[in-house]
């Protein structure tokens, strides 16, 4: 691999700890494991292994424990035989990483945070008072997260740490070039069951809160930056989104936007007005994981062409640089 490729694993919403899984991931596990040793040929070996969310079913402590054992252990194990033992873990948390509030408790906070068409009321006081009661409710849901993140054996040795939990921010050297890596916590307002879909936020401040010196000389230190949640643009409220597209993910700040969280099979390129710059490449292959490679710098983009590093976004599914495309890996939870 040239020395200023940096390539990943993308690895989304595997659920473990879901019902009746136990009897078949077992199954599912030696041929998953056999499939990165075919990936490896096409696009190894990897820098970074990159989960998008939804690691565990119910955000419980012992599903965490059974995820370390289970799968995140053995796949290191192999991606060690692979060549890529060194590689870092970078994860974001989905709707299904956090315990969820109970509902019956006597808690204005919770009651307010469980709908989320109150957020805008509350907001200025989630976001300004990060010890307030509203804050508490989703650290306590976060709290397993926050655990196994701590102690978590493949996470990088250096990280910021954000506003919420499950916001980090990477820098990964690569040669002489420069990687950064952003997650934003996207699930934070999906603590009940039900659809979520344009009910969810992200925040400006989650950015400000990982790039204290400004996201603009951030951006300015790196060769390649990529972002990072679990639900992609359609999940958040037209306030939020429009917030993306000026604040938080403007044209020509993240190489790649790679989310789960999906439910569709379905294949995008959306351009915005004649900027060549924004331009999201989305493909949405549910139950599935793809590897990714991208090589910093590039031309803006052209139809039929690869994505460089200049584009806005990246749903999971399509690969940046140049190459062939990487073939889908076995499956990796619904």
């Known amino acids: 691999m040239p020395a200023d490729t940096f390539a990943w694993l993308h690895l989304t919403d595997l659920h473990f700890g879901l019902k009746g899984q136990g009897c078949l991931w077992p199954t599912l596990r030696q041929p ?58 970078v994860a974001v948390p989905g709707n299904h990483d956090l315990f969820r509030p109970n509902a019956a408790e006597d808690n204005p906070a ?15 006081k989630f976001w300004d008072q990060p010890d307030g009661s509203y804050r508490r409710v989703i650290n306590h849901a976060f709290a397993a997260w926050r655990d196994w993140w701590a102690d978590a054996p493949h996470r990088p040795a250096h990280f910021t740490t954000g506003e919420i ?31 979520y879909q344009r009910k969810l936020v992200w925040d400006p401040r989650q950015v400000h809160a990982l790039c204290p010196d400004g996201i603009d000389r951030r951006h300015a230190d790196h060769d390649l930056c990529l972002l990072l949640t ?20 403007p044209a020509g700040r993240f ?12 294949l995008e390129m959306i351009r915005r007005g004649a900027n060549p710059e924004a331009v999201r490449l989305g493909s949405r292959r549910p139950r599935r994981h793809r590897q990714d ?7 803006p983009p052209r139809p039929g062409r690869a994505l460089p590093a200049q584009a806005l976004g990246h749903r999971q599914g399509s690969r940046t640089g140049p190459g062939r495309p ?5 499956p990796a939870g619904a």
């Open 110 to 124: 919770i009651d307010a945070l469980l709908d989320p068409d109150q957020f805008p009321r509350i907001a200025a």
């Open 293 to 299: 490679r991208a090589r910093p710098g590039g031309r």
């Open 326 to 330: 990487a073939p889908a890996a076995g």
């Open 32 to 89: 998953f494991l056999d499939d990165l040793a075919l990936l490896r040929e096409h696009c190894g070996p990897w820098d970074a292994v990159l989960f998008t969310g939804d690691l565990v079913q119910s955000g419980q402590s012992a599903q965490f424990q059974g995820l370390q054992e289970q799968v995140l252990g053995p796949l290191w194990e192999q991606l060690t035989r692979l060549g890529s033992g060194d590689a870092v873990l």
């Open 165 to 195: 939990p499950g916001d980090p921010a990477v820098t990964i050297a690569k040669g002489e070039r420069r990687i950064g890596l952003m997650g934003l916590n996207t699930a934070f307002l999906q603590l009940g069951p039900g659809d």
């Open 230 to 249: 679990h639900q992609g643009p359609e999940w958040l409220t037209p306030e939020a989104r429009a917030l993306g597209d000026s604040e938080i993910a």
């Open 255 to 266: 190489a790649l936007h790679l989310f789960g969280h999906m439910h569709e099979a379905r």
